[in-house]
């Protein structure tokens, strides 16, 4: 008999949740927080608020969408870490009450192996592709930005990591200067389109090793773009899309240059991206066709999976469950986790 999980997402500004048997994800609800776009970025405070309104309406329809009841749950798999501390309480408070309530286990599970093993997840109606251990996956996302060597479903070590912002901050903060809304990272993916990537040149980092950094990026644009406007008010406006192109066109070269480093030192030919910013259509193409050149086979998330869900988080919840890594009932969310 298939073991069947409910998870529980609430690290940063979406509340998750999804039921998944086995292997095949049943249920996948998300809402979606809107409050924050005025601020142009995520409020912790009203990020918990929000999480608190919609935690129990979206544990409710993921069970419905199941068609199943807290009866054929055999384990809640919540989001201990890494996240905003007052979201993450939220989630595991709940998962608390209601393992408590129905005498349920509770499996905690680290957000970030989440989006690694979302490429594990089938659907009801198809099999997804899943890559081979040992793999790597690019894990890039909002908070992070990660070379991860996964030998095993939870067996996981970061070779590569971000010495300042992520990926998905450059992408934002960059987007936030232009005056684009927030997130910015698929707005700035959209105009991408229109845009010559080999318009503009911005600073690339020197960095050792696998690591990353992306603040002298960010640095640089702002002040190009200090200079330009200086010149001529209407520059970002006149070259929007130019500039987005030549942005993203930078982030993606900075990721797969690094990728590529590691995956000829590891001898690995089954390259993974996960996260946010693997939602990015430019960063999609370009790992599909660097793959094609080294002989890798490449996976790409579904859409679904890139951003915060909480079917990753079942999944995970699901391999820790079989090793019968149960969370006690005075488990705390963490902030930061520094290990996989
Ligand atoms: O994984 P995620 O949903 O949350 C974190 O755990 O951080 O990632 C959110 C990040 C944001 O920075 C957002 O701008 C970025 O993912 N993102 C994208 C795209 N879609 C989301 N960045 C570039 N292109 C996209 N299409
Ligand atoms: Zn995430």
Redesign the pocket.
């Known amino acids: 008999m298939d073991i069947t999980i409910l998870g529980i997402e609430s690290?940063?500004d979406?509340t998750s949740a999804a039921v998944l048997r086995g292997n095949v994800l049943l249920s996948n609800v998300i809402a979606s927080q809107e409050v924050h776009i005025r601020y142009g970025g995520v409020i912790p405070e009203l990020a918990s608020r929000a999480h608190q309104q919609n935690i129990i309406p979206v544990v409710d329809a993921a069970l419905k969408g199941a068609s199943l009841t807290l009866d054929d749950i055999d384990a809640i798999a919540f989001t201990r870490g890494p996240g905003l501390l007052g979201s993450l309480l939220v989630g595991v408070s709940f998962t608390k009450g209601l393992a408590l309530a129905k005498n349920i286990p509770m499996v905690e599970v680290n957000?970030l192996q989440g989006?690694i093993l979302s490429h594990f997840i089938d659907l009801p109606d198809r099999q997804l592709p899943h890559p081979s251990f040992p793999f790597l996956c690019l894990l890039v996302?909002?908070?992070?930005t990660q070379i991860v060597l996964v030998r095993d479903y939870l067996d996981m070590e970061i070779i590569g990591t971000t010495i300042d912002d992520a990926a998905?901050?450059a992408?934002?903060k960059c987007a936030k200067v232009m005056g684009l809304p927030y997130?910015?990272?698929?707005v700035?993916?959209r105009l991408a389109k229109e845009g010559d990537p080999k318009r503009f040149h911005f600073a690339r980092p020197s960095v050792d090793g696998y690591d990353y950094s992306f603040s002298g990026l960010k640095t640089s644009f702002l002040y190009f773009l200090r200079d330009r406007m200086a010149e001529d008010p209407a520059f970002i406006e006149e070259n929007k899309a130019d500039l987005c192109a030549s942005l993203q066109y930078t982030i993606i070269e900075i990721l797969l240059n690094k990728l590529v480093k590691a995956a000829r030192a590891f001898d690995i030919t089954d390259i993974a991206i996960a996260?946010?910013?693997s939602?990015?259509?430019g960063l999609r193409e370009a790992i599909v066709r660097e793959g094609k050149k080294r002989r890798w086979r490449t996976f790409l998330p579904e859409f679904k999976f890139?951003?915060?869900n909480a079917a990753m988080i079942a999944m995970t919840g699901m391999h820790r469950y079989l090793k019968g890594e149960f969370a006690p009932m005075d488990v705390s969310p963490v902030a930061r986790i520094s290990e996989l």
């Open positions: 690290s940063c979406d957000h989006h996302s909002g908070g992070h998905g901050e992408f934002d997130p910015g990272g698929p700035i993916d996260g946010g910013v939602a990015n259509s890139t951003t915060d």
